[in-house]
């Protein structure tokens, strides 16, 4: 129930990040019961999955080691942290340093899977993940920067002073803000840059028809996700 969308949509709606999870959890959780019962159907069907009579999906399962039950410590404590209300660098942090004391002992890690050094280059999951979110970050910067000039210039007030004319109800802003985060998710094809950019507008239409913060920080985490993977040219 948590990521990077789930963080910036909280902070564009000013709610608590606990907050968000704890009302998402309904939806999460059934929507997670519905996709493993269509997935696991779905996998029998298809004549090109694997068969539970597969040879190899046979020998596959029996490869697989138990010992990675235990990595699935770190997210659920996480999770339980997170949801306590600590913070959420905190949780984060505390996820990723008892991963590595369960994973490096057991075998399910390796020292030269974080960071390695080949001759004058080095690697591993540490430098890989700097280098791929660069770009992103670099996005991220610049987006903030476009926001806040086009709140800063008035811009925004124009543009709602427009838009609320028409909005009779809380059902209509609603609508309305749906329409905001499926637009900017659909021209910036990026989930975090979209409610960046989107999250003002939202917000401001939120407090005028007193919409819940939380609800609006659902359902814009969900529709910028749904376009910012579905969309064949993001």
Same mark, same amino acid.
């Given at each position: 129930p948590i990521? =990077?969308? @789930?963080? +910036?949509?909280?902070?564009?709606?000013?709610? =608590?990040? @606990?907050? +968000?999870m704890k009302t998402r959890l309904p939806y999460t959780l059934t929507a997670g019961f519905f996709s493993l019962i269509g997935y696991t159907f779905l996998g029998f069907v298809f004549e090109n999955s694997p068969r539970a009579s597969s040879?190899?999906?046979?020998?596959?399962?029996?490869?697989?080691?138990?010992?990675?039950?235990?990595?699935?410590?770190?997210?659920?404590?996480?999770?339980?942290?997170?949801?306590?209300?600590?913070n959420l660098v905190l949780s984060m942090s505390v996820g990723s340093i008892l991963a590595l004391c369960i994973g490096l002992p057991i075998g399910m890690i390796r020292l030269s899977n974080i960071i390695s050094f080949r001759g004058e280059t080095f690697g591993g999951a540490a430098i890989e993940g700097m280098c791929n979110f660069t770009g992103l970050m670099m996005l991220v910067f610049l987006t903030y920067a476009l926001s806040h000039i086009v709140i800063a210039s008035g811009a925004m007030d124009d543009i709602l002073a427009m838009l609320q004319p028409k909005i009779h109800n809380q059902k209509m802003a609603e609508i309305f803000n749906w329409f905001i985060i499926a637009l900017s998710s659909f021209v910036l094809c990026s989930n975090v840059s979209s409610q960046i950019v989107a999250g003002p507008f939202m917000k401001q239409i939120a407090d005028e028809f007193d919409l819940s913060?939380?609800?609006?920080?659902?359902y814009s985490d969900a529709v910028q996700n749904m376009f910012g993977y579905l969309l064949p040219w993001s």
């Open positions: 990521s =990077d969308t @789930t963080i +910036v949509a909280a902070a564009s709606m000013g709610v =608590d990040i @606990t907050g +968000v040879v190899a999906h046979i020998t596959q399962m029996f490869s697989l080691s138990p010992r990675g039950l235990f990595m699935l410590i770190p997210p659920l404590i996480v999770v339980i942290m997170a949801l306590k209300g600590t913060l939380y609800r609006t920080a659902n």
